[in-house]
DNA sequence: AAAAAACGTTGACATAGGACAATCTTTATA
DNA sequence: TATAAAGATTGTCCTATGTCAACGTTTTTT
């Protein structure tokens, strides 16, 4: 169960087995449903969450009932409300797994007990939080300026899995077009 | 010439005053011109700035000449181009003081020393990535699904000195949008 | 298995905002 | 200080993409 978390830590930090086995401990399973909501709009998020299986979204909806979708994490990844985690104030958007999904979670107060005693720990999490802030900054220089061709043509050089993995719709949101103009523009290639 | 980077740390971890200085020492000071490039395009940023006074931008200029502004660090803050400092990768960008500016620098190399051993400094460089990655993301969110005005109107919601501070192209190329349209929406309040 | 709801695709039409250009103003340079 | 260069503003026109609707397909619910 643990395998692919194990894996996750062993390729970016030197660390015992008795240290890894501890981090493991502190993380319990979770079977999720498809679009299954994992934190709501006004609550505060407690956990991160690590894919073993499925992917899991962060999006939210605006006044008009607009879907706008900030962050997909697939198969081996970690995701989580980061900002409402780091800050403990109300999420303003929803964690929701896209598809029947095997998760493994920690709280809050372990993540950051072993972010304060581990320091291998504390290494890869600022080397997530640094990976996060890069993409973000690419997301925001990929956008700006693009336009919608260029946003598909973009996503496919960057994520080639995620057409084929994400609805049409949930695609859209991401890209900030309509699902209209995303469908235009998958039938011209 | 330090009392603004002091009270940066002070305000955000309980310091020894013999490591507040320890830190201080690894900072020089830089002063520059308006419009002084800090880091071009294809270097690999070296630094880590603090802006005493003035302001650093943090831009890029595509295919068709059209800039696009990522960032500005007003006095008190930290700024650099941090994906290409974090990964030693060319910025693909420019670092520029757009004012008059001083500067205190630290390299990387003492920046990470820094990081590495002193576990106050950690923290708080974490707390500066938590914090670019939330900045990032709500301004993913804001600018997704925003016209012209809302993005201006978010912009004077969130940073009231921007449009006064910032020229009125750097303006447009941070927002999104073409000198041309934020000048009519300016004259529309 | 049937009915209902959500989603995807495609067409017709409307519009926000980009492109370009003219003019004025501010900043840089000689 | 004079001249040149860059930026700001505003007009006209045009296009990419949004909106809305119709229809077929897939998914969910009963």
Request: aromatic share 14%.
């Amino acid at each position: 169960m643990y395998d692919s978390l194990i894996r996750y830590f062993q390729s970016r930090a030197a660390i015992e087995k008795e240290q890894l086995d501890f981090i493991c401990s502190r993380f319990s399973a979770l079977k999720t449903k498809r679009n299954e909501i994992l934190v709501r709009y006004d609550e505060i998020c407690q956990h991160y969450y690590f894919v073993n299986k499925g992917c899991i979204r962060l999006f939210t909806i605006n006044k008009e009932g607009i879907e706008t979708s900030r962050f997909f994490a697939f198969e081996g990844s970690f995701g989580t409300a980061l900002p409402s985690f780091i800050d403990q104030k109300p999420t303003f958007e929803y964690l929701q797994t896209i598809e029947k999904s095997d998760l493994l979670v920690i709280s809050r107060t372990d993540f950051y007990q072993l972010v304060a005693t581990i320091p291998a720990f504390a290494m890869i999490y600022r080397e997530i939080l640094e990976l996060g802030f890069i993409t973000a900054q690419k997301r925001i220089y990929g956008f700006q300026g693009f336009n919608a061709l260029e946003k598909v043509q973009w996503i496919i050089a960057n994520q080639p899995q995620f057409l084929l993995r994400v609805s049409n719709k949930m695609a859209a949101s991401y890209l900030g077009i309509t699902p209209s103009t995303l469908s235009r523009i998958k039938s011209k290639l």
